[in-house]
Nanobody, 130 residues
Framework: QEQLVQSGGGMVQAGGSLRLSCAASGFSFDEYVVAWFRQAPGKEREGLSCISGRDDSTYYKDSVKGRFTLSRDGATNTVYLQMDSLQPEDTAVYYC???????????????????????WGQGTQVTVSS
């Protein structure tokens, strides 16, 4: 059965770091775009970053650029989101998700359109205290 299995997350103080993992079970990320979204209480789910399973090219939302780093391990079919300099406003449930890759991250225009992604991980809580 195909699924996305998330791990990592937890609670950290402001300025700290966390690493989230998203593992593919039953398939390979090679022909997918893997993205991370987050949803804070009372807010819309927002896209943060994505990576191409074909060439490891990445895209970041401005608000996380320079603080978050996305990487992929092809051997273990796992994508990692390294989050540094975390702030209380980063508190949210974080989700990984995928879409089929056609050519590149910009297949359909802006890479982090939520409507492009239909298959989601279970979510993991990240809490940053001040």
């Amino acid at each position: 059965q195909e699924q996305l299995v998330q791990s990592g997350g937890g609670m950290v103080q402001a300025g700290g770091s966390l690493r989230l993992s998203c593992a593919a079970s039953g398939f390979s990320f090679d022909e997918y775009v893997v993205a991370w979204f987050r949803q804070a209480p009372g807010k819309e789910r927002e896209g943060l970053s994505c990576i191409s399973g074909r060439d490891d090219s990445t895209y970041y939302k401005d608000s996380v650029k320079g603080r978050f780093t996305l990487s992929r391990d092809g051997a273990t079919n796992t994508v990692y989101l390294q989050m540094d300099s975390l702030q209380p406003e980063d508190t949210a449930v974080y989700y990984c998700t995928i879409r089929l890759l056609v050519h590149n991250l910009y297949d359909y225009g802006p890479p982090l359109q939520r409507s492009l992604f239909r298959f989601w991980g279970q979510g993991t809580q990240v809490t940053v205290s001040s």
